[in-house]
């Protein structure tokens, strides 16, 4: 029990087709990287993908030859665990506008030779569902068994249930909103400030001329960081911990949080590209199902036929449970398939991320029935 | 008959409902299976909600002490609210609540008047642990016990009409005494009511 999926190595493929996106340009010869975790059985009806969220990307689970750190949700993922890969087929991409070998703003336009860039289009969370469908025909998986994800892969699971009503079984949205917040937007912007005023971003153009605004990307990530984690969180780990036992009187890192934050920062800068991580802030911004609906979020699930699992976690403040029960009031009131779960955990946004007990008996659970 | 079979009884086929205080999901499971219901659970114990997870249930993670705000008016054919209104910290306004979701509600009740706990009280002096009322009273989760005669002066208050009717007795069995007599003799009251 509670094994890893052990040494796993990333797949290729290119999408067949045009995706048209909703900006109204289109993709072709898409790109996608991605892993499997367990066997696909033979009427393919054990597949379960799974969506990542802002940094995130397709190494979900398992480590690589050579290498010691595990994929994002290897706690959920594997023999044994809540998304069990003795009984599934895992599958996770990289979404396109990623920055680790999907197509992205990091990768060459085949047309012009050159990078995209700032001129990668703006894409959104149905692009990116429909992307993945068309990664589901290459794949042969007709229906999923589950889409499932955390904050914005839960925007996925849930958008997949509604564009895809026939291609679903069950979807896990977890730790997610039907929307941002002005205050989820601002944490964005402020984030997209720090990367566009980085001397090194050049319009957007730094891989061109071999820079990379990494003082912006960190500050972002620093900022983006806080809001994943609960102030209890914070306090138990670092409290006002000092560095050294007293207070130097000068402007460098004194107290653990500010090296712990830089530190952060500085891995994520040297990890991720800056486009990509203003393209997923503006996807994050521009999700709104209800937006096609007068605002009316159980108009915008009428279309739904899956059984919905939502889960969300007592201390996140950046999507709080409050946010979640506003996708699970709008499903009841469309008269759909949900249940929801609120989850007691001190890790903020990040409890998603924790195999907490509750957390993973109740998606096993659901996921198993 | 047995209380569940009273209620399976009470509900049309592929009716919508929901219970309120589901716990394993007992009557939801023969509602859903038997009578081609499509039924929702509200729970708060973490185990019960998992058993229902476990059974393919519908269930939402809820107080409902905490309101029932987010379930639209007449939204369901049948709620039930079954041994779940003596724990409740406004049983009136739950009541209420339980009429204006459903379209007809359901409710069962421990009888608090029942000649077991009546001559528990009286002779032993303490609060009477009977079959329906098993836990000593710092353990229990009951605050507002009722006696079945407690329950429909309330309803009459409460302009909520009481469309039927049924008594059982301790051992679970719907008997003459408990017909004749229910506030002495019947154990439990399970009444279908609506606004």
């Known amino acids: 029990m509670n094994e890893s999926v052990g040494i796993v190595k990333p797949k290729k493929l290119i999408l067949e087709g045009k995706l048209d996106l909703e900006c109204g340009q289109s993709l072709e010869d898409i790109e996608i990287v991605y892993e499997t975790y367990g066997n696909l059985n033979q009427d393919s009806s054990n597949a379960i993908l799974i969506c990542h969220a802002l940094s995130g990307n397709h190494h979900a689970a398992g480590v690589y030859e050579g290498e010691k750190r595990t994929g994002w949700w290897d706690s959920l993922i594997g023999p044994g665990k809540a998304i069990d890969t003795n009984k599934f087929y895992v599958v996770c991409p990289n979404n396109i506008g990623g920055c680790h070998g999907s197509l992205g703003p990091s990768s060459k336009n085949s047309k012009t030779g050159e990078y995209f860039g700032p001129d990668f289009p703006i894409i959104t969370v149905k692009d990116w569902v429909r992307s993945q469908a068309l990664l589901s025909d290459s794949l042969g998986i007709k229906k999923w068994h589950a889409v499932v994800g955390g904050s914005l892969g839960g925007m996925q699971a849930l958008e997949w249930s509604r564009l895809f009503p026939d291609r679903i079984k069950k979807a896990g949205i977890i730790a997610a909103a039907p929307k941002l917040s002005a205050q989820n937007i601002a944490f964005n912007e402020v984030a997209r400030q720090a990367i566009l005023n980085d001397p090194d971003f050049d319009a957007g153009r730094y891989l061109d001329t071999n820079k990379s605004p990494k003082q912006g990307l960190k500050l972002a990530r620093m900022v983006g960081h806080i809001t994943y984690l609960s102030e209890e969180a914070m306090k138990s780990k670092f409290g006002r911990d000092l560095k050294e036992d007293k207070l130097n009187f000068v402007y460098d890192a004194e107290f653990e949080i500010e090296s712990y934050l830089r530190y952060q920062g500085d891995v994520f800068s040297e990890n991720f590209d800056a486009n990509t991580y203003l393209l997923m802030t503006k996807i994050l911004d521009y999700f709104d199902p209800a937006d096609e609906y007068e605002g009316d979020l159980s108009k915008a699930f009428e279309s739904i036929k899956a059984q919905l699992l939502v889960v969300s976690f007592t201390t996140d403040w950046r999507f709080s449970p409050d946010r979640s029960k506003e996708i699970v009031n709008a499903l009841i009131a469309a008269k759909k398939k949900v249940s929801y779960l609120e989850i007691e955990s001190p890790h903020g946004h990040d409890s998603f991320l924790f195999a907490d007990n509750r957390y993973t008996r109740g998606l096993s659970s659901f996921l198993d029935y | ?195």
């Open chain 2, 1 to 195: 008959m047995d209380t569940i079979e009273v209620i399976q009884q009470w509900i049309e086929r592929d009716s919508e409902v929901l219970d309120l205080g589901c716990g394993d999901g007992e009557i939801l499971k023969i509602l859903s299976n038997d009578s081609g219901a499509t039924v929702l659970g509200v729970e708060i114990n973490q185990e019960d909600i998992n058993a229902c997870i476990k059974s393919g249930l519908n269930v939402i993670e809820q107080d409902i002490d905490q309101g029932l705000e987010n379930f639209g008016d007449q939204s369901f054919d049948v709620v039930i609210m079954s041994q779940t209104i003596q724990v409740l910290r406004e049983p009136k306004k739950a009541l209420m609540e339980v009429t204006r979701i459903g379209k007809e509600s359901i409710v069962t009740i421990p009888n608090f008047g029942h000649i077991s706990t009546r001559l528990s009280l009286l002779f032993s002096g303490k609060m009477p642990v009977t079959g329906s009322l098993p836990k000593d009273w710092h353990e229990t989760d009951n605050i507002h016990l009722c006696t079945i005669k407690d329950f429909e002066i309330l309803c009459d208050e409460s302009s909520i009409n009481i469309n039927e009717r049924r008594f059982f007795n301790s051992t679970g069995n719907e008997s003459i005494l408990a017909k004749i007599s229910p506030n002495l003799f019947a154990a439990t009251a399970i009444y279908k009511i609506s606004k």
